[in-house]
């Protein structure tokens, strides 16, 4: 529901947080969601946790559940991000499994 960013200390203690509303695409064919828009969202959020010349010294990304990203040879996005409950991959998970 939400992109959420988070700047934690050595110690693990919660420095500052951020969030925006993640923006879902739903259409007749299911729901997904842009690669460029979630790009643009979560860099923002993280510019917004480092506005104050903080280094960070790690970097954590964690996933959306199930849903999954296709990069072509340069690291662009092929497809949009389709979401879990999505029905339009059912054909493709049956051949995978």
């Known amino acids: 529901t939400n992109w959420k960013a988070v700047l934690f200390s050595e110690k693990g203690e919660i420095i500052r947080k951020t969030q925006i509303s993640a923006q879902i695409i739903n259409d007749t064919a ?42 072509g040879k340069e690291c662009n996005p092929l497809y949009p991000a389709i979401t879990w409950y999505d029905v339009r991959s059912i054909k493709q998970a049956e051949f995978l499994k």
């Open 30 to 71: 299911g729901a997904c969601y842009d690669p460029e828009i979630i790009w643009k969202s979560i860099s923002g959020e993280i510019k917004k946790l480092i506005a104050d010349d903080v280094i960070p010294d790690a970097v954590c990304v964690t996933s959306m559940a199930e849903a999954g990203l296709p990069l």
